[in-house]
């Protein structure tokens, strides 16, 4: 199932090939992204760093409430409303 990023998220300068989708930090292997969303237990965000620990090719995140981002070479690209648009990026 891999595919380039830009043909979900148009919007990115780098276009890394994604394995596959993940929006568990602990599920992450080389080549994934991983989708940080905040839920109703556990926020997303921050497990961003150890998706990219875990080798996250690049991280889409809900902006809307994030904080501090990790510094890292791997892209991060905000989205607004990313929960209510997974459906349209799975």
């Known amino acids: 199932m891999a595919f380039n990023l830009s043909k979900i998220f ?3 300068d780098r276009d890394p090939l994604i394995r596959e989708l993940t929006l ?8 994934d992204l991983f ?11 921050a497990h961003i760093a150890d998706a990219l620990k ?3 090719a690049a991280v889409a995140y809900e902006v809307e409430g994030a904080t ?8 991060l ?9 997974l459906s349209d990026v799975a």
């Open 10 to 12: 148009a919007h990115t």
């Open 68 to 75: 501090v981002l990790p510094i890292t070479d791997v892209p």
């Open 77 to 85: 690209i905000p989205v607004k409303g990313l929960a209510a648009q």
């Open 24 to 31: 568990d930090s602990r599920n992450v292997r080389p080549g």
């Open 35 to 45: 989708l940080a969303v905040p839920g109703i237990k556990v926020d997303g965000r």
């Open 54 to 56: 875990r080798g996250a």
